[in-house]
C-alpha cells in the first residue's frame, strides 16, 4: 500500500527532465530568450507559472517577482487555470512549458488574459511540433516520459489562440535545431546547426519562446511602452522576416531595449 502511495510522488517530472544532458541543452537557450523577453518590461508586478524549480524572472526589474506552482515551497501555490490572482493586476506572465503539459490550454490562456493589466505583456516557452522534436515525439507517441507525454502547440495555432483573447505578438525566437540527442557529446557535436537552422529553416527549432502584449480596444500605448514598439516595428526579424511560416506570421527579435531610456 505504502508503495502505490509513494509511486506517483517519485515520478520525474519535466524539472528532472531540464537537469539531463537534453534538457540543460533547451534550458541552456531558452534562459537567454527569456531573459532577453523580461528585462525591458516594465512595471510592478510580475509572476512566473510553472518549473518553479527554474528561475525565468532574474532579468527582470519589478520590486515584486513571484513563482507559482502547484508544489509546497513556491512563492504561490497555485493551478494556471485558476490563478488566486486579481483581474487586470499583473504587468507581466511568464510561461514556460504549461500549455503544452495543461489538461485545458485555452482555460489557462483565457486566465492568463484576465489577469494581466491592459498592455501587459506574456512570456510563452513551448516545444514546436514542426521540427525534429515533434518528429520523436510521433515516435513516441505512446511515451509517458518528459518532454514526449505533452500536446506540442505549433506557433501559428497558438498565434490564433492569443489573437482570439486580445494579445498581439511582439517578440520571438525558435532554437535548439539540433536533433534531441541524449548525450552532451552528441548535441556538441550538432551546435552548428544553430546558426545553419536560423538561416535555412528558420521555424524549424525544437522550441520557441514569444511575448505578446494584451491589447484593450481603444486604448493607445504612450510613453515608454510606445516608444518600445517602435523600436519593435523598425527591428529586422531574424526569424520571420524571410516571410517564414508561409508569410503569415512575423516576429520580431527577442532584443534589449534598455537604451531607450538614457
Same mark, same amino acid.
Given at each position: 500500500?505504502?508503495? /502505490?502511495?509513494?509511486?506517483? /510522488?517519485?515520478?520525474?517530472?519535466?524539472?528532472?527532465?531540464?537537469?539531463?544532458?537534453?534538457?540543460?541543452?533547451?534550458?541552456?537557450?531558452? @534562459?537567454?530568450?527569456?531573459?532577453?523577453?523580461?528585462?525591458?518590461?516594465?512595471?510592478?508586478?510580475?509572476?512566473?507559472?510553472?518549473?518553479?524549480?527554474?528561475?525565468?524572472?532574474?532579468?527582470?526589474?519589478?520590486?515584486?517577482?513571484?513563482?507559482? %506552482?502547484?508544489?509546497?515551497?513556491?512563492?504561490?501555490?497555485?493551478?494556471?487555470?485558476?490563478?488566486?490572482?486579481?483581474?487586470?493586476?499583473?504587468?507581466?506572465?511568464?510561461?514556460?512549458?504549461?500549455?503544452?503539459?495543461?489538461?485545458?490550454?485555452?482555460?489557462?490562456?483565457?486566465?492568463?488574459? @484576465?489577469?494581466?493589466?491592459?498592455? %501587459?505583456?506574456?512570456?510563452?516557452?513551448?516545444?514546436?511540433?514542426?521540427?525534429?522534436?515533434?518528429?520523436?515525439?510521433?515516435?513516441?507517441?505512446?511515451?509517458?516520459?518528459?518532454?514526449?507525454?505533452?500536446?506540442?502547440?505549433?506557433?501559428?495555432?497558438?498565434?490564433?489562440?492569443?489573437?482570439?483573447?486580445?494579445?498581439?505578438?511582439?517578440?520571438?525566437?525558435?532554437?535548439?535545431?539540433?536533433?534531441?540527442?541524449?548525450?552532451?557529446?552528441?548535441?556538441?557535436?550538432?551546435?552548428?546547426?544553430?546558426?545553419?537552422?536560423?538561416?535555412?529553416?528558420?521555424?524549424?527549432?525544437?522550441?520557441?519562446?514569444? @511575448?505578446?502584449?494584451?491589447?484593450?480596444?481603444?486604448?493607445?500605448?504612450?510613453?515608454?511602452?510606445?516608444?518600445?514598439?517602435?523600436?519593435?516595428?523598425?527591428?529586422?526579424?531574424?526569424?520571420?522576416?524571410?516571410?517564414?511560416?508561409?508569410?503569415?506570421?512575423?516576429?520580431?527579435?527577442?532584443?534589449?531595449?534598455?537604451?531607450?531610456?538614457?
Amino acid at each position: 500500500m505504502s508503495r /502505490l502511495i509513494l509511486e506517483p /510522488l517519485l515520478r520525474p517530472s519535466l524539472g528532472d527532465w531540464f537537469k539531463t544532458d537534453p534538457g540543460r541543452y533547451v534550458l541552456e537557450w531558452e @534562459r537567454a530568450q527569456v531573459g532577453r523577453a523580461v528585462e525591458d518590461v516594465f512595471g510592478f508586478n510580475a509572476l512566473q507559472v510553472g518549473l518553479p524549480e527554474i528561475e525565468f524572472l532574474s532579468s527582470n526589474r519589478m520590486p515584486l517577482r513571484l513563482v507559482a %506552482g502547484d508544489d509546497r515551497g513556491v512563492g504561490l501555490v497555485a493551478d494556471a487555470a485558476r490563478l488566486p490572482i486579481a483581474t487586470n493586476s499583473l504587468d507581466l506572465l511568464v510561461l514556460p512549458h504549461v500549455l503544452e503539459f495543461g489538461d485545458n490550454p485555452h482555460q489557462i490562456l483565457r486566465e492568463a488574459e @484576465r489577469v494581466l493589466m491592459p498592455e %501587459g505583456q506574456i512570456v510563452i516557452c513551448g516545444f514546436n511540433p514542426l521540427s525534429l522534436w515533434g518528429l520523436a515525439r510521433l515516435a513516441r507517441r505512446r511515451s509517458l516520459e518528459y518532454p514526449w507525454r505533452g500536446e506540442f502547440v505549433g506557433l501559428m495555432r497558438l498565434r490564433d489562440w492569443l489573437k482570439l483573447l486580445g494579445f498581439e505578438l511582439n517578440g520571438g525566437q525558435f532554437g535548439c535545431y539540433a536533433p534531441p540527442f541524449r548525450r552532451e557529446a552528441w548535441l556538441d557535436h550538432a551546435r552548428f546547426m544553430e546558426s545553419a537552422g536560423d538561416r535555412w529553416w528558420p521555424i524549424a527549432g525544437g522550441v520557441y519562446v514569444v @511575448r505578446a502584449v494584451k491589447r484593450v480596444l481603444g486604448m493607445r500605448p504612450v510613453g515608454r511602452v510606445r516608444r518600445r514598439e517602435r523600436r519593435a516595428v523598425s527591428a529586422v526579424a531574424t526569424m520571420a522576416s524571410r516571410e517564414g511560416l508561409r508569410g503569415q506570421l512575423r516576429l520580431v527579435p527577442l532584443s534589449d531595449n534598455r537604451s531607450e531610456d538614457s
